[in-house]
């Protein structure tokens, strides 16, 4: 049952193959990340190719074990030395390959057409020698596929739930939502510790946690809980970190100290918990430069409070009067630059007093501390709004170059890529943005947006209807989802969107805007000159954006083109969140070069025009 011929194929096939199959083992899993991370799905024939390369691994892993065993065979069946059928599988040669097993093997007896085995084993010596190097490095490499680490496997993914203000004050809001944002910031900064974004937390706020439904929604093995009662300024904060869906607690401890000790208190949270998971914790896990002053860091945590609620005149007032209690903090010098550049969408100031104000807080909290996230993106929003898009977009490159899982890095990087007109990244972006922060809604909106402009009406429909999941009644989804099907030709059913959104209130980012298109599209132009009224009568930063869609609807191209061109000399924040080369409802002007000439010079690239327009002349 044994022979050498086999034997032979068999280590062929091993010292050949092996190069091959066993780096694919690692190459394929590394695609599929990185297509999973972009949003893509591995191609079928790729899938096809892994699915048949690992099925070849444990032959592989078996063969050199086989070859042995298999000589060992020919050894005792052909009563020949181990030693001479191991020098003679190695020569390469043909040479009594199946000899019977009656008759022995007789070494040095020469033939015309055969080589002995004598001289063979003179041409073998060099040959032995690479062939045993090379089954040296088949089981190196067999033992460590078996022995390797899966890295997906050593990374803890965490989420930080809010804390728990156990006495229902809310005066004291701002600590619980602080303090888990500080956790959450700190544990970021560890090895090996995947940390879920801000957004996608939150939302578990102020319910008893359902461990099962965060683990599932949040795709995260363990969440850190705290709670702490403050009275009179005495705070005891009971942080505990808890595996999912069990429900189990591995680690808990209690921290007492007073409202000024919050940062201590952060910090012996964050290093016991680093302790707890095994990781070495890094200094940027603390930050930097702290405060000097324990009343600074608390007007800091109030700001920030007030600043994630959209209450940016009372958050930047708190932040500013952090930073002069404290000039040393350059966390509040950070988040200043992040609250500027908000101001002209709402309404407050001008694009350009708040890009002076921006970029000086910016340069103050760099100065402090190089690694300042919040100045980096202050900076790549400050270009986005004075339409430096590419500018933007190598500003977020390098942001996640340092760190690959800010989802809001991601997002922004995302808006800057598809007003270049570059949809394709934008998208894949977006939807890295949502799988880092998979229940933020902003991530869901500017998802369902992208599409829109990427003309992918349908998946736009169902991208906004998730949104809408989050929020029933957020009016910027819902005007999405309105012009979505306007141009999937579901007319009616963008009519019934659109009052809803009128019934609730449009939003000022544009919203009237997109209603009036609806109604047009449907021919409810009654509807449309409403809204047309009301956009025209608001006041803002985006007055001539607003007469360029309302020149846009009327059909009135030439004269939408020279509201456009005032729009994008005044930099109207609304140029910047909108996307005139891709969005297809500036279509009419992708044939007007002054148009095209003007996207030309901020560098964006028109994505090609629909061969029809979803707006028909209005009937005389």
């Not at 930080?160 to 888990?180: F, T």
């Not at 910031?185 to 099962?212: I, K, N, T, W, Y």
């Not at 996307?579 to 409802?585: A, F, Q, R, S, V």
Request: glycine fraction near 6%.
């Amino acid at each position: 049952p044994f022979s050498m011929k086999a034997l032979r194929t068999v280590l062929w096939l091993e010292i050949v193959a092996i190069p091959f199959v066993f780096p694919m083992l690692y190459v394929f899993p590394t695609l599929s990340r990185m297509t999973a991370e972009g949003g893509m799905p591995l191609p079928l024939p790729v899938r096809l190719a892994f699915g048949f390369t690992r099925a070849l691994e444990l032959p592989l892993q078996l063969g050199a074990p086989l070859v042995v065993l298999g000589a060992l065979g020919v050894s005792l069946t052909k009563r020949v030395p181990f030693g001479d059928v191991f020098r003679l599988l190695l020569t390469w040669r043909r040479a009594a390959w199946d000899a019977p097993a009656a008759a022995p093997l007789r070494v040095g007896r020469a033939s015309a057409t055969e080589p002995t085995v004598t001289e063979g084993a003179r041409n073998s010596r060099a040959w032995l020698r690479w062939t045993i190097a090379a089954l040296a490095v088949i089981g190196v490499v067999a033992v460590s596929l078996k022995i390797r680490p899966n890295s997906a496997a050593s990374t803890r993914s965490i989420a930080v739930l809010p804390c728990e203000n156990a006495i229902a004050d809310s005066a004291s809001d701002y600590l619980a939502e602080g303090l888990s944002d500080e956790v959450r910031s700190g544990l970021s900064g560890l090895r090996g510790v995947s940390v879920m974004a801000r957004a996608s937390s939150l939302l578990f706020r102020g319910a008893e946690p359902d461990l099962r439904r965060i683990g599932a929604r949040l795709r995260v093995g363990e969440v850190v809980q705290c709670s702490f009662p403050a009275r009179a300024g005495q705070l005891r904060v009971t942080a505990e970190l808890v595996s999912v869906p069990g429900g189990t607690t591995s680690w808990a401890r209690t921290f007492n100290g007073t409202e000024a000790d919050l940062q201590p208190i952060r910090d012996s949270i964050i290093g016991a918990l680093a302790s707890r998971l095994g990781v070495r914790e890094e200094p940027s896990a603390r930050g930097t430069s702290g405060p000097s002053d324990r009343e600074a860091y608390n007007l800091f945590l109030k700001g920030e409070y007030q600043r994630h609620r959209g209450e940016l005149p009372r958050a930047i007032s708190l932040l500013r009067e952090a930073a002069t209690r404290d000039p040393g903090l350059a966390r509040a010098h950070g988040a200043l630059p992040a609250a500027y550049p908000n101001l002209p969408a709402l309404g407050f100031a001008s694009p350009e007093s708040t890009a002076v104000l921006a970029r000086a807080a910016a340069a103050r909290a760099l100065a402090l501390d190089p690694a300042e996230v919040m100045a980096h993106s202050a900076e790549g929003i400050v270009a986005q709004t004075e339409l430096r898009m590419a500018d933007a977009e190598r500003i977020f490159a390098a942001i996640l170059a340092r760190d690959s899982t800010n989802a809001e890095a991601v997002a922004w990087r995302a808006v800057a890529f598809a007003w270049l007109g570059r949809t394709d990244e934008a998208l894949a972006h977006s939807r890295l943005a949502r799988r880092l922060d998979p229940l933020s809604l902003e991530a869901n909106i500017v998802t369902a947006y992208f599409l829109f402009a990427s003309r992918r009406f349908e998946e736009a429909i169902l991208e906004a209807h998730s949104a809408l999941e989050l929020d029933p009644n957020n009016v910027i989804a819902l005007e999405n989802l309105a012009v979505s099907l306007v141009f999937a030709n579901h007319l009616d059913s963008a009519v019934v969107v659109a009052r809803r959104v009128a019934a609730i209130g449009a939003s000022n980012f544009g919203g009237r805007a997109y209603l009036m298109f609806a109604f047009a599209a449907a021919e409810r132009w009654d509807e449309a000159d409403k809204q047309q009224r009301l956009l025209l009568s608001e006041s803002g930063n985006s007055v001539e954006f607003n007469k360029a869609f309302s020149h846009l609807v009327n059909s009135r191209h030439e004269a939408a083109v020279l509201s456009l061109v005032r729009a994008f000399q005044r930099r109207e924040p609304l140029i910047a969140i909108n996307l005139p080369g891709c969005d297809p409802m500036w279509d009419p002007l992708k044939t007007n070069p002054r148009f095209t000439a003007l996207l030309a010079r901020h560098g964006a690239t028109p994505c090609p025009a629909l061969p029809s327009w979803p707006i028909k002349p209005r009937p005389k």
